[in-house]
């Protein structure tokens, strides 16, 4: 059975300090995303992730894929109160005719001002 | 890319009765998702919608319970039927941009959900 593991489930952090979040996926996947969830609103696609070594940054948040390790981190830098949220990665499992994504267990973040 | 609104935004439903909600999209995409997070949960894919063939359900979950309709490239429904207090739950329609797809190059969108409290 695939699984997507995402530690922390929770995550409370101070203004100001660095912390990284992690997503574990137990089959072979070349691309994932990760995506940032308000309370109350649907997901907002933060990162796509397509090959092994991928590195994106989008302010204070930077992700990376290591698909040999099956391993996937968003970097959280110098956090801010606004980057409060649930944060989810999802796998991307490519079943020849189609593709689907598989959801970790989500990240919840409170920054603390 | 790809616009998605669904409808409707919410809705409190009794026991046993059934609900179907739409999901729109601006554009024509190949592939379209029936997603349910739950209250304090990750998100479950239901279905894959497939235009002109019938809907690929995933483990756990039946036709006779999440009937799906696709009939264009633009619009789906689904049906939650014979409701019960543990459907509660946010339904979320989702797409993959079709230009991207050909391109190799794609991503998923997400419509605004639909909020479900089965009273």
């Known amino acids: 059975e695939l699984k997507v593991e995402q530690n922390p489930l929770f995550l409370s952090m101070q203004e100001g300090k660095n912390y990284t979040i992690y997503c574990n996926y137990s089959?072979?996947?070349?691309?994932l995303y990760w995506y940032r969830q308000d309370p109350g609103k649907s997901l907002e696609s933060l990162f796509v992730?397509?090959?092994?070594?991928a590195v994106k940054q989008e302010g204070r948040l930077m992700a990376s894929l290591d698909t040999k390790a099956r391993l996937s981190t968003l970097h959280i830098t110098a956090a801010v109160h606004d980057l409060s949220a649930t944060y989810f990665c999802a796998v991307d499992i490519y079943g020849g005719a189609t593709n689907k994504l598989i959801f970790g267990t989500g990240t919840l973040l409170a920054v603390q001002p | 890319s790809a616009v998605i609104s669904q409808k409707p935004s919410r809705d409190i439903c009794q026991r046993g009765t059934s609900l179907t909600i739409q999901c729109q999209v601006d554009?024509?995409?190949?592939?379209m998702f029936w997603y349910r997070q739950q209250p304090g949960q990750s998100l479950t894919l239901i279905a894959t919608a497939n235009q002109g063939s019938e809907a690929t359900y995933e483990s756990g979950f039946v036709i006779d319970k999440f009937p799906i309709s696709r009939p264009n490239l633009t619009f789906s429904t689904l049906t939650v039927s014979n409701m019960s207090p543990e459907d509660s739950s946010i339904y979320l329609c989702?797409?993959?941009?079709?230009?991207?797809?050909?391109?190799?190059?794609?991503?998923?969108?997400f419509g605004p959900g639909t909020r479900l409290t089965v009273t």
């Open positions: 989702s797409v993959v941009d079709l230009y991207d797809i050909l391109n190799g190059e794609y991503e998923q969108y």
């Open positions: 554009s024509q995409v190949t592939m």
């Open positions: 089959t072979t996947s070349d691309r």
């Open positions: 992730l397509l090959s092994n070594g």
